[in-house]
């Protein structure tokens, strides 16, 4: 067989203690693998990224609300939790 083993991150990988929630929201079509600059919650890639320097990662600000509505508790966007309070620029 030719098929090789490549690096191929799943939000399961990343996250294990996914949300089924999150895992809704990775499975919208069109998803970007954060590794591949789309958010790191849901995996699509738009202007609105915002950059997480504490994971190397481009998030919704959206996202973390998202996450945080339904895991208040959820670890990465805790430490995310700062850049809701980022004021947008340009505004
Ligand atoms: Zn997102």
């Not at 203690?17 to 600059?37: C, D, E, F, H, Y």
């Not at 504490?54 to 945080?68: G, N, P, Q, W």
Request: aromatic share 8%; hydrophobic share 40%; proline share 7%.
């Amino acid at each position: 067989m030719s098929k090789e083993k490549i690096f191929m991150p799943t939000v399961e990988g990343i996250f294990p203690n996914i949300t089924s929630a999150r895992l809704a929201m990775a499975r919208r079509t069109g998803k970007v693998s954060p590794v591949q600059g789309g958010c790191w919650f849901c995996w699509e890639k738009d202007d609105k990224l915002v950059f997480d320097s504490e994971f190397d990662t481009a998030v919704h600000v959206k996202c973390i609300r998202k996450v945080l509505a339904v895991e208040p508790n959820h670890p990465e966007a805790n430490i995310m939790k700062y850049l809701l309070e980022t004021p947008k620029s340009g505004g």
